[in-house]
T-cell receptor, first 112, second 110 residues
Framework: SAVISQKPSRDICQRGTSLTIQCQVD?????MFWYRQQPGQSLTLIAT?????????ESGFVIDKFPISRPNLTFSTLTVSNMSPEDSSIYLC?????????FGSGTQLSVL | RKEVEQDPGPFNVPEGATVAFNCTYS??????FFWYRQDCRKEPKLLMS???SGNEDGRFTAQLNRASQYISLLIRDSKLSDSATYLC???????????FGRGTSLIVHP
């Protein structure tokens, strides 16, 4: 299984600001995923981060709001832009071995 | 109809009880099935894969019924530490993106 380091683990932010979340994987992986989990809800896929090309966003998520970088096969960032209280959530990065998913420890974001 | 459905619970059981969760999926072409465990405010962690022949890991037994398109998780001799949310995950069937159920909450009390 992959070891994923995600940071920050939590943050409290003011509305209108942006936060960038980082994920570092201990091995090269083709696909990385970014999920959001709102309180009491299951995981919702935001986008798939592709190395060398633009991320693929799921319905309801756009690049301007959630820009993603994937400069190499072991690293990715997700930015939550122009935050509002509705963005308060846990954000998780994830990688797959082609079958199973492995997750970073998550970023708990609170927007005031 | 949601792709993966679970009873959200909560299931509130005493220590030592046996509890079972079911999960149904809509895509008959799905190929891989998993149970994940998620503690409060933590990331999901793989509990076990689910195979057609069924599989057992200590107190945990997972089974797959392809004909009826459901998977199950049985926990025997429940411990307080089993309290968590259990997520059903289904993969394959034309998509490389796993699909999550909303999770079943288990509370084991003394």
């Amino acid at each position: 299984s992959a070891v994923i380091s995600q940071k920050p683990s939590r943050d409290i932010c003011q509305r209108g600001t942006s936060l960038t979340i980082q994920c570092q994987v201990d091995s090269q992986v083709t696909m990385m995923f970014w999920y959001r989990q709102q309180p009491g809800q299951s995981l919702t896929l935001i986008a798939t981060a592709n190395q060398g090309s633009e991320a693929t966003y799921e319905s309801g998520f756009v690049i301007d709001k959630f820009p993603i970088s994937r400069p190499n096969l072991t690293f990715s960032t997700l930015t939550v832009s122009n935050m509002s209280p509705e963005d308060s959530s846990i954000y998780l990065c994830s990688v797959t071995d082609g079958e199973k998913l492995f997750f970073g420890s998550g970023t708990q974001l609170s927007v005031l | 109809r949601k792709e993966v459905e679970q009873d959200p619970g909560p299931f509130n059981v005493p220590e030592g009880a046996t509890v079972a969760f079911n999960c149904t999926y809509s895509n008959s072409a799905s190929q891989s099935f998993f149970w994940y465990r998620q503690d409060c405010r933590k990331e999901p962690k793989l509990l076990m894969s689910v195979y057609s022949s069924g599989n057992e890991d200590g107190r945990f037994t997972a089974q797959l019924n392809r004909a009826s398109q459901y998977i199950s998780l049985l926990i025997r001799d429940s411990k307080l530490s089993d309290s968590a949310t259990y997520l059903c995950v289904v993969n394959g069937g034309g998509s490389y993106i796993p699909t999550f159920g909303r999770g079943t909450s288990l509370i084991v009390h003394p």
